[in-house]
């Protein structure tokens, strides 16, 4: 692993640390469940954020649309 990654990899843990997010899911190779994003949604983001909504609106604007449908599926 080169440099690059490895300082990508310490920002994203200090980041998680930030948020009090688990690195655990975070980082592993496969794609996060509905389940995984909305804890991390209720972590990071105002109470009222819906993540169901949120995904179907990043959707509907075509912003990762691959990801919001995998975990639009997953539920």
Not at 15 to 35: H, I, M, Q, W
Not at 60 to 72: D, F, I, K, P, W
Request: contains cysteine; proline residues 5%; negative net charge.
């Amino acid at each position: 692993m080169d440099t690059f990654h490895r300082e990508k990899i310490e920002d994203i843990k200090r980041r998680n640390e930030l948020f009090s997010v688990p690195d655990d899911y975070l980082l592993k190779g496969s794609a996060p469940t509905l389940e995984e994003f909305a804890s991390l949604v209720k972590l990071i983001a105002p109470i009222d954020v819906n993540p169901l909504y949120l995904l179907k609106s990043l959707q509907m604007q075509g912003m990762y649309v691959t990801l919001c449908e995998h975990l639009l599926n997953t539920k």
